[in-house]
């Protein structure tokens, strides 16, 4: 079946620490996005990637980073540069043809940070 | 002004009813639009695009009304399983795969 994976789907660390969330697609996307939600709000946009080898800062990159090597991964560090880290991480994917932009979802990350 | 502005609701409507629900965008150059549905803790999954003559699955309806900058929602006959949070959509027409997502709207359907 094709989708999205996300790994591992709880996550706790303590402050000070990057910890790294894998996400993985086989949809043959070429774009890819990493989304943070927090309780009772939408998502905002981190990272996103338009095609391997690229990607740009969304409206709250700072504390993070990712990298594409491969269309089908796309893994989101969050640094201990990031002030508030708990949350849910999104990771999703879209053809990123003008035709489409409907994304698709992974299952989610939460990640505890104490 | 936000982006996407979506009541928050909750809405609290009875089996069987019709409920609507709207999203507003200020970039009048906004080309995609979308309705996503979010079950608590779940990820979004894609409910519906909309598209500018409108367009209907089943018991689901979304408009797009360009002139006031809105997307509609209309949920027919309402199930239980309808409960979640509706969130909407919109990817600017400013190049590039950016797309803006409303905070949602809650929904809770009742017996």
């Known amino acids: 079946d094709g989708g999205i994976t996300q790994s591992p789907k709880y996550l706790f660390r303590k402050e000070g620490q990057n910890v790294t969330l894998s996400c993985e697609q086989n949809?043959?996307?070429?774009?890819m996005y990493w989304y943070r939600q927090d309780p009772g709000q939408g998502l905002r946009l981190i990272y996103y990637?338009?095609?391997?080898?690229?990607?740009q800062k969304g409206d709250i990159a700072e504390g993070y980073s990712v990298s594409r090597e491969k269309k089908e991964s796309f893994p989101l560090t969050v640094t201990s540069a990031q002030k508030n880290p708990t949350a849910f991480y999104l990771c999703a994917s879209s053809h990123g043809q003008l035709s489409s932009y409907e994304q698709y979802f992974g299952p989610g990350t939460r990640l505890t940070v104490t | 002004r936000k982006e996407v502005e979506q009541d928050p609701g909750p809405f609290n409507v009875p089996e069987g009813a019709t409920v609507a629900f709207n999203c507003t965008y200020s970039?009048?150059?906004?080309?995609?639009f979308f309705w996503y549905r979010q079950d608590c803790r779940k990820e979004p999954k894609l409910l519906m695009s909309?598209?500018?003559s409108g367009n209907e699955d089943g018991r689901f309806t979304a408009q797009l009304n360009r002139a006031s900058q809105y997307i509609s929602l209309l949920i027919r006959d309402s199930k239980l399983s309808d409960s979640a949070t509706y969130l909407c959509a919109v990817t600017p027409n400013t190049g590039g795969f950016k797309t803006i997502f409303g905070a949602g709207t809650r929904l809770f359907v009742k017996a």
């Open positions: 949809l043959n996307h070429d774009a």
């Open positions: 990637s338009q095609i391997v080898n690229d990607f």
């Open positions: 909309v598209y500018s």
């Open positions: 970039n009048s150059a906004s080309q995609s």
